[in-house]
């Protein structure tokens, strides 16, 4: 079978790392059989694209959790620290 990258809203895209590969002709019955290997590499490249991806944007989540869990922590203890002062005026 012919495969092509399309997009979301079934345009034909280049190499972008969002896109999922869909049949061309979908009256032709395609099996796991018929990839070639060149089909395969170019599959497995994408698939290792998006694991790339993947983990970078698991790493940014984390940093970013860590930074909100700072700010948070400061502006808790600035809050604290105002509330005790004005009670102590």
């Not at 972008?16 to 019955?29: A, L, N, Q, R």
């Not at 998006?50 to 970013?64: C, F, G, S, V």
């Not at 922590?73 to 604290?80: K, N, Q, R």
């Amino acid at each position: 079978s012919d495969w092509k990258c399309h997009s979301a809203n079934g345009q034909s895209v280049g190499n972008d790392s969002t896109v999922t590969p869909t049949p061309i002709d979908t009256g032709i019955e395609g099996t796991s059989e018929d990839i070639t290997a060149v089909e395969a590499a170019m599959l497995r490249r994408q698939i290792i694209k998006l694991n790339r991806r993947l983990h970078l944007l698991e790493e940014e989540n984390k940093e970013r959790s860590r930074r909100e869990m700072i700010l948070y922590s400061i502006t808790v203890a600035f809050w604290l620290f105002s509330s005790w002062f004005w009670l102590r005026r």
